[in-house]
Nanobody, 118 residues
């Protein structure tokens, strides 16, 4: 289960920090990340981070957003700075890895709304 927090309303140029906690014992999480879906748009990658610390960012957020992870707490963060109105979207946490039974899993959070006003 993934539980997100930290969304809200902010003015352009402002900052927000999203958090996502993964629960469940015995699961090996290899990748955690954030996706977003704006009004009338498809869901898109924002940033992902694997267990080794390798990151991948969407071009539109490079230099403004930073993804980080607390492995022992199975928590991933997204620090969003210099927010723009086009960043307005529902942000979803994603986690992928292996279950205690050795099968792969790919889980999504419920989403948190981020609204950036101009």
């Amino acid at each position: 289960q993934l539980v997100e927090s930290g969304g809200g309303l902010v003015q352009a140029g402002g900052s927000l920090r999203l958090s996502c906690v993964a629960s469940g014992s015995g699961f090996r999480i290899n990748v955690m990340g954030w996706y977003r879906q704006g009004p009338g748009k498809q869901r898109e990658l924002v940033a992902i981070l694997n267990r080794s610390g390798i990151t991948n960012y969407a071009d539109s957020v490079k230099g403004r957003f930073t993804i980080s992870r607390d492995n022992p707490r199975n928590t991933v963060y997204l620090q969003m700075n210099s927010l723009k109105p086009e960043d307005t979207a529902v942000y979803y946490c994603n986690s992928a890895g292996t279950t205690p039974w050795g099968t792969p899993f790919n889980a999504w959070g419920q989403g948190t709304q981020v609204t950036v006003s101009s």
